[in-house]
């Protein structure tokens, strides 16, 4: 299979600590986004990656949240100091930049739920 | 400012009903995409429709069918002949960019057999 998909699917964590998930995006696309999916709520984004460059991020972001993308591949997201507010599902998805008909077309993966005691 | 309204929160119909899910959107630009997303319950967002705002072309796909409407700021998707297996949560997106999308809060919808 050559889709999105995202390690770990499941973290629990005592608040406070440090968390890393890990992205790996479909590998002809240039473009990973990273969101956090509440209950009962649509996907919130949170930051934005062409290639390796973090081009957008959300202002709604905490400082104690940091994301990269080294060569353009694979991406990780840590949060620091975890809180308990911090519990959700975090989405990765990634796009092409090209014309016709797949342009900005996001494709997801399974998600990683995270869980701050 | 870009945002997407889903006004329906819950949907129940009978298997073979048909049903329509609601997106309203607003946007300040000219060219923009809009799309729609299921979401089952094993909860990976599984793309739909795209739709740019220069193709007001109505789609159909099978049992899917996609009513975008600029002057309405809608793009309403229909579903013929319910079966089970569309019970899920549709989410409506929209981007300008492409750099940011914005989410819908999405439409659970169950079809009982």
């Known amino acids: 299979d050559t889709g999105v998909s995202q390690d770990p699917r499941h973290k629990i964590t005592k608040r406070g600590q440090n968390v890393t998930f890990r992205c790996d995006p479909i590998?002809?696309?240039?473009?990973l986004y990273w969101y956090r999916q509440t209950l009962g709520q649509g996907p919130e984004f949170l930051t934005y990656?062409?290639?390796?460059?973090?081009?957008?991020k959300s202002r709604l972001l905490s400082d104690r949240f940091s994301a990269e993308r080294p060569k353009g591949s694979f991406s990780t997201l840590e949060i620091q100091r975890t809180e308990q507010g911090d519990s959700a599902m975090y989405l990765c998805?990634?796009?092409?930049?090209?014309?016709?008909?797949?342009?900005?077309?996001?494709?997801f993966g399974p998600g990683t739920r995270l869980t701050v005691l | 400012a870009q945002k997407v309204t889903q006004a329906q929160t819950e949907i129940s119909v009978v298997e073979k009903e048909d049903v329509t899910l609601d997106c309203v959107y607003e946007?300040?630009?000219?060219?923009?995409?809009l799309f729609w997303y299921k979401q089952p319950p094993s909860g990976e967002l599984v793309f739909l429709i795209r739709?740019?705002?220069?193709?007001?072309q109505n789609e159909i796909s099978g049992r899917y069918s996609w009513n975008f409407q600029k002057s309405t700021s809608s793009f309403n998707f229909t579903i013929t002949a319910s079966q089970v297996v569309d019970s899920a949560v549709y989410f409506c997106?929209?981007?300008?960019?492409?750099?940011?999308?914005?989410f819908g809060t999405g439409t659970s919808l169950t079809v009982i057999p």
């Open positions: 998805a990634s796009s092409a930049t090209r014309t016709g008909p797949e342009t900005d077309t996001q494709y």
């Open positions: 590998s002809e696309h240039n473009r």
């Open positions: 990656f062409q290639n390796e460059a973090q081009l957008e």
């Open positions: 946007t300040r630009d000219t060219t923009y995409y």
């Open positions: 739709r740019n705002s220069f193709d007001e």
């Open positions: 997106a929209l981007t300008n960019t492409g750099n940011q999308f914005y």
